[in-house]
């Protein structure tokens, strides 16, 4: 079984900048959610999607934006990057309805820093 | 408006002992509440979870207590082992719900 990978681990951005992160899926969860987690916080809900619409989004501006492809896979992308957009991003995917734990599967997260 | 809330940053414990990380919760909607781990360098996983229609789930050395009148939980290891030191985030959903609600994270260190 594969898990929730993510791609850069690492990257580093200038303000202004436009920024796209990518996500693979655990197989078999059509769901993937997005999470912002700021230097001593905990991680904070972007958005959700599932079988490629968009079915929930946090307290995030536009500019944040995402996809998910038919293979469930999903990108988040941030235009006019600010400097508090610094932070880990972090991708979950799940199987809503048929999970009995409710749980998360988290990957490891992308490391963003705005210069 | 922090509605999860780990008031403590930091735990220390020794090896044996029982470690108890606490949560507090604002929304009375939540039905459902999670403990996740976090090791450096690597993304939360999950370690335990309670529905609101119970007061205390136990998962081995893992037991999670609820309080819905005083919407508190709580997380106890017993016995604490020094893999154990991680950053422990307390969350919280709505059953039906899109999104999971975090806690700040209390970080946990076990000495030999």
């Known amino acids: 079984e594969t898990g929730v990978t993510q791609s850069p681990t690492h990257l580093i951005k200038t303000r202004g900048q436009q920024v796209t992160l990518r996500c693979s899926s655990q197989?078999?969860?059509?769901?993937v959610s997005w999470y912002q987690q700021a230097l001593g916080q905990g991680p904070q809900f972007i958005f959700q999607y599932y079988r490629e619409e968009e079915n929930g989004r946090g307290n995030f501006p536009p500019r944040f934006s995402g996809l998910q492809f038919p293979n469930y896979s999903s990108e988040l992308n941030v235009n006019a990057l600010e400097l508090d957009d610094s932070a880990l991003y972090l991708c979950a995917s799940y199987v809503p309805g048929t999970d009995l734990t409710g749980e998360l599967f988290f990957g490891e997260g992308s490391r963003l820093t705005v210069l | 408006d922090q509605q999860v809330k780990q008031n403590s940053p930091s735990l220390s414990v020794q090896e044996g002992r029982i470690s108890i990380l606490n949560c507090d919760y604002t929304n009375s909607m939540f039905d459902y509440f999670l403990w996740y781990k976090k090791y450096p360098a690597e993304g939360p996983t999950f370690l335990i979870s309670i529905s609101s229609i119970k007061d205390k789930n136990e998962d081995g050395r893992f037991t999670v207590f609820l309080n819905k009148s005083a919407k508190h939980l709580s997380l106890h290891i017993v016995p604490s082992q020094p893999g154990d030191s991680a950053v422990y985030f307390c969350a919280a959903s709505v059953t039906g719900g899109f999104k999971t609600i975090f806690g700040a994270g209390t970080r946990l260190f076990v000495k030999a």
């Open positions: 197989s078999g969860h059509n769901t």
